[in-house]
């Protein structure tokens, strides 16, 4: 490594922050969660999961949290995605794909609009909701 | 390629000598094992602080906190978290936490905490410096060597308020002046990592989570100052803190950053690492230089001061590690930003060890004014098995004890030398009702006797004379004279001394016989420890009338002082009994009589 001028050190800085703020979890408003119990996996959660990420990656969106959780309880729409963000209401996509999850962030995170033949029902939150809570 | 999920593991001396080594081998195999190589990248930071409950592990960006992880949890981490998404609940702090609320903002110790010194610590690999740059990292040097005259950093950092973390408080800015103003010439610019306090680890763990903070400080120092070279001066008992400033300093001269004409401007800086043989004296400043001039570690009179006449005669400033990780912040957010954080007097906050008898110890950080009733009942979760809390020692054994009601008195320097203690470097060990005043203070009293470098009578005769008239107190054999001598002989110790070492030395005697007089006249004259430490104090017997002889007491007994049939009483021979308390330990039916 050569010795660096003032621009290559706010170049490499400029460039590793990037890296840094997709771990960072404060700066995100916005969530995307993908169902990963069995169901889940077996119907292609970990496709639509990575397919998520890159898709974010590709685009330069840093404020979205993606993360995964276990079975949501609609296992016969796996793979469910659960999108959470500030300025619309949370909703429950049945059946995506990894298609499906680059259009979730082209269409939903992006143009805020919903994507209409993928939405799927709350399970009602006395299933959802742990006992006491 | 990108990483698509973190897992931090902490990687402070506390973690890593509790399995954390080879917890993250077997994370990084797990990962490796589970084909998730190219998506989840394995991080070993710095410290978290939360000792008491380490190794800790965290998995980002989901921010779940895993606490007392062992390297067998690895496996399961990786393939039900990782793989399923399903947090394990059983590592979580709170075992019944929801399942949404798995981060570190469920647990009160991070609450009231305020990160600037440890902004980095357990947030980025030490070993890289690109995640240091990453987080803003010798963007506050660009701005000195660009932007600002020497003149500029020192203002800024003047009017900041920031006073030394090294113990006396002095302002930094103006020490920095003081050196600036020599003629120029040949500088130095150290860094005292000499941390010797008992149950101190504060910039041990600043060093060992962010060594390039304090690379980068003291760059910007010797910009302000006119030096070209730097010393840190660190204990040799700290490898793993050494292991990394070492690798920060091969890594920061790669990228230019030390050298020659750094970042292509027309100053030049270097570092080198002096390694200290573990002397407590080292750590005043005089004695500190004389030590890196190849001396035996020994204090001079000040004046000179080292800003004037310092390493090898030339003007020197010397700081301590954790004032320095506050200047790049400085620079960066401002003195108007910084010198809102605090009380009037003292700016910023304030790093702690949390040690003793309290449930969360750990490495904290809380702004200057933070009472001393939630750092330890709030962030430290208050007092070992509902202990009543007795006394808390600030400054190590330099410092005083501050009894319970001074608790809600906000912590700042001028505070605390009010109550008789000092803000020291920031070792903060409580006590609870079983820790005997006296036989504290004899610890402390034993530690500065055998650290003091002899080279003054105040120090050398006098804390030997106040150690053994503590011991005589301790054994029972004190008189009430004795604590009018201990006054005088502290009094002309703080003093006459000619250092820190022992200008300080007698601060445990005089607080302790400020607030805990009760106590030394119960030794003296009642010959009781009521927390049954010192054992010549204390006597046995068993009560006949609970006594179901059970033979308990007799078996465990060392020197076979009890005697007794099966089933019938038994009797201590207060004659052979050595009192080593197994007896009352072991005796189930609270037979057992101590007083």
């Not at chain 1, 609609?74 to 990894?98: F, L, N, Q």
Request: charge should be neutral; aromatic fraction near 6%; proline fraction near 5%.
């Amino acid at each position: 490594m050569a010795k660096l001028t003032l621009d290559d050190l706010r170049k490499l800085r400029e460039e590793k922050q990037k890296l840094l703020e997709k771990r960072d979890p404060s700066n995100k408003d916005a969530q995307i969660i993908v169902g990963m119990g069995t169901c889940g996996i077996a119907a292609g959660a970990k496709d639509t999961f990575n397919a998520i990420i890159d898709e974010l990656d590709a685009r330069g969106i840093t404020h979205v949290l993606v993360r995964q959780t276990g079975c949501m309880g609609s296992c016969h729409s796996e793979p469910t995605v659960e999108v959470v963000t500030p300025d619309m209401p949370s909703v429950i996509y049945g059946k995506v794909d990894s298609g499906t999850g680059k259009r979730i962030v082209d269409e939903h995170i992006v143009n805020k609009h919903m994507i209409d033949n993928h939405i799927c029902d709350k399970p009602s939150m006395d299933i959802v909701s742990e006992p006491g809570k | 390629m990108a990483y698509k999920q973190y897992i931090l593991v902490c990687g402070g001396t506390a973690c890593e000598s509790n399995q954390g080594i080879a917890l993250f081998a077997a994370l990084k195999k797990a990962v490796e094992e589970n084909g998730l190589v190219n998506d989840v990248q394995v991080v070993r930071t710095g410290c978290l602080g939360f000792c008491e409950k380490g190794p800790i592990v965290k998995i980002l960006p989901q921010d779940t906190f895993y606490v007392e992880v062992k390297p067998e949890d690895a496996e399961v981490i990786v393939k039900e978290h990782l793989v399923k998404g399903r947090v394990v609940s059983r590592l979580l702090y709170d075992k019944n936490q929801s399942k949404r609320n798995v981060g570190i903002e469920g647990i009160d110790f991070y609450q009231k905490q305020f990160r600037i010194v440890l902004r980095n610590c357990g947030v980025i690999d030490p070993d890289k410096i690109d995640e240091y740059i990453a987080r803003d990292g010798y963007k506050a040097l660009e701005k000195a060597l660009f932007e600002m005259k020497p003149r500029d950093v020192i203002d800024e950092i003047s009017k900041s308020g920031l006073r030394g973390r090294g113990g006396a408080g002095f302002p930094t800015g103006k020490k920095w002046e003081f050196a600036a103003v020599q003629p120029a010439g040949q500088k130095y610019m150290v860094c005292n990592a000499d941390e010797g306090d008992p149950g101190a680890y504060m910039d041990r763990s600043t060093l060992e989570g962010d060594p390039h903070s304090i690379l980068e400080a003291m760059t910007i120092a010797g910009y302000a100052i006119g030096a070209d070279t730097g010393f840190i001066y660190i204990r040799a008992e700290y490898p793993l803190a050494i292991q990394r400033l070492e690798t920060a300093i091969k890594q920061a001269r790669e990228y230019g950053l030390l050298g020659k004409n750094i970042l292509g401007s027309d100053f030049s800086f270097d570092i080198e690492i002096r390694l200290g043989a573990g002397a407590f004296v080292c750590g005043e400043e005089t004695a500190l230089l004389a030590s890196i001039e190849g001396n035996r570690g020994m204090p001079s009179p000040r004046p000179p001061f080292p800003a004037v006449k310092g390493l090898w005669g030339r003007p020197t400033v010397i700081n301590n590690v954790e004032t320095l990780a506050n200047i790049p912040v400085i620079l960066l957010k401002g003195n108007l930003w910084f010198s809102k954080i605090g009380t009037a007097s003292s700016k910023g906050t304030k790093v702690f060890a949390l040690t003793g008898k309290i449930n969360n110890s750990g490495l904290i950080e809380v702004p200057m004014g933070t009472t001393l009733r939630e750092i330890i009942f709030d962030i430290g979760g208050g007092i070992r098995d509902g202990k009543a809390f007795k006394a808390a020692q600030t400054g190590g054994p330099s410092g005083g004890m501050i009894p319970p009601q001074f608790l809600d008195t906000p912590i700042d320097y001028e505070n605390l030398s009010k109550i008789g203690s000092i803000m020291g470097s920031g070792g903060l060990i409580v006590m609870d009702e079983d820790d005997c005043i006296p036989d504290v203070t004899k610890f402390y009293l034993d530690f500065t006797v055998d650290e003091s470098c002899g080279k003054c009578a105040p120090c050398r005769i006098g804390g030997r004379k106040l150690l053994n008239y503590l011991a005589r107190i301790c054994n029972g054999e004190g008189a009430l004279e004795d604590i009018d001598q201990m006054l005088a002989i502290s009094e002309a110790m703080s003093r006459a001394s000619l250092c820190g070492l022992g200008q300080t030395a007698s601060n445990p005697v005089q607080s302790s016989l400020r607030y805990f007089m009760d106590e030394y006249k119960e030794h003296i004259v009642d010959k009781k420890c009521r927390a049954g430490k010192c054992k010549n104090l204390l006597s046995y017997n068993i009560n006949t009338e609970k006594c179901v002889g059970c033979t308990a007491c007799a078996r465990v007994c060392p020197v076979n002082a009890i005697a007794g049939e099966r089933k019938q009483p038994h009797v201590i021979d207060a004659a052979k009994c050595i009192k080593c308390g197994q007896c009352f330990e072991v005796c189930k039916f609270n037979a057992v009589n101590r007083s």
